[in-house]
């Protein structure tokens, strides 16, 4: 199969889509003539027209807002916002308006939006272009969440998500954008630390959302993570020799709860990793559910590993980020305890 980035892939997935259906459109902050900040949109505009691929007025709740109208009136508007720190003027309409329409209509209209967002830390982005917000949507009835770990599932999630009748919230870890890392370094090596290039089929096709996947099958410890922390989940297990099973969640709503039950089970053990803030983090919702389905096969309290409970550090964004030598320490505890 070819080899491409997540944003290659994410571009061949927007491109599929809206080559399959003439209701599927593109539009946000410089994603038109410019191709997005991060190029994800490169060359669509040129394709499909400006009717179809355009740019948008810096006004985050009138992208999210005039999506929702396109959709009740039969569009599959795959809206852009720069980066997830943009998203708060849009979270209204996202919560009051998308998530709920469904529901508030008896089904007479449905939402079928994509809001498509920059994710994370690893550009050295500081406060305002790093943060990592998935917990505020996950707390939301109605909307579904995706964060792609890799070039492949970032195109099948992203068609899945165009074609789903409901909201999806589909953030991208902008340190994979080019790339999966290695997840070896506490430190960075270059902004964008070892690239490697997945394996993307061409043309159509989907991943289910709510569907883990299994990144590394192990017996002593399962480790739940989801974006960029797969990597560093993966490097911990090799750098420490743990025999860990590691966990991408992919999809955070619809959660794939038999697929982390069964590990938790096998392996009674558990540690949560996310970049995100600690407290209130989804992290602590997955603590719940494990604690909650799997109490009685549990050799040790489930641990997490997170982000700082600050603003985002800009400074020492590769301190705040939880590495491998951290999430090690974390696996070799809970196998001690």
Known sequence: MPRKTMIEAIRDALDVSM??????????????????????????????????????????????????????????????????????PAYDQIVSEAARLRYRS?????????????????????????????????????LKVIVPSNPHDAKGLLIAAIEDPDPVIFLEPKRLYNGPFDGHHDKPVTPWSKHELGEVADGHYTIALGKAAIRRSGSAVTVLAYGTMVYVAQAAAEETGIDAEVLDLRTLLPLDLDTIVNSVKKTGRCVVVHEATLTSGFGAELVSLVQ??????????????????TPYPHAQEWDYFPGPARVGRALIETLEA
């Not at 982005?125 to 505020?136: D, M, N, V």
């Open 106 to 142: 008896n089904g007479d209209f449905t939402c079928p939006i994509v809001v498509r967002m920059p994710t994370g830390g690893g550009i050295f982005g500081g406060q305002t272009h790093s943060q990592s917000p998935e917990a505020l949507f996950t707390h939301v009835s109605g």
């Open 19 to 88: 080559g399959r259906d003439s209701q599927v459109i593109v539009y946000g902050e410089d994603v038109g003539f410019f191709g997005g900040v991060f190029r994800a949109t490169q060359g669509l505009q040129a394709k499909y027209g400006k009717s179809r691929c355009f740019d948008a007025p810096i006004s985050e709740s009138g992208i999210v807002g005039s999506a929702i109208g396109m959709a009740a009136y039969g569009l599959r508007p795959c809206v852009e916002v720069q980066f997830a720190d943009y998203v708060y």
């Open 292 to 309: 909650e389905n799997c109490f009685y096969h549990l050799e040790a309290p489930v641990a997490r590993v997170a982000g700082w409970d």
